[in-house]
Nanobody
């Protein structure tokens, strides 16, 4: 079994910064893409950013230049540094681990709330 736990959400003013962390533990084997998704009220969950085991990254257009994803493979941890936050970034942010070969090995955290408001 694999556990995925996010931390670092909270309330921040527009223009501020937050850093999200996600730690995975348990029976992790193989190669995984790690990523952050978000879901705002009334909207579908969307990809924010993802990172491969070799460090290749992918970002949603709406966060390019403002957010940075990174990972520590030794610790099975992924981070999301969010700068210049906007009210439209308000959402529940979810961490995801997805095995690149076995689609059923797809794990989600419980989510952490990020609220950008003055």
């Amino acid at each position: 079994q694999v556990q995925v736990v996010e931390s670092g959400g909270g309330l921040v003013q527009p223009g501020g910064s937050l850093r999200l962390s996600c730690a995975a533990s348990g029976s992790i084997s193989g190669i995984y893409v790690m990523g952050w998704y978000r879901q705002a009220p009334g909207k579908q969950r969307e990809l924010v950013a993802s990172i491969s085991s070799s460090g290749g990254t992918n970002y949603a257009n709406s966060v390019k230049g403002r957010f940075t994803i990174s990972r520590d493979n030794a610790k099975n941890t992924v981070y999301l540094q969010m700068n210049t936050l906007k009210p439209e970034d308000t959402a529940v942010y979810y961490c995801n681990l997805r095995n690149i070969l076995i689609s059923s090995l797809d794990y989600w955290g419980q989510g952490t709330q990020v609220t950008v408001s003055s």
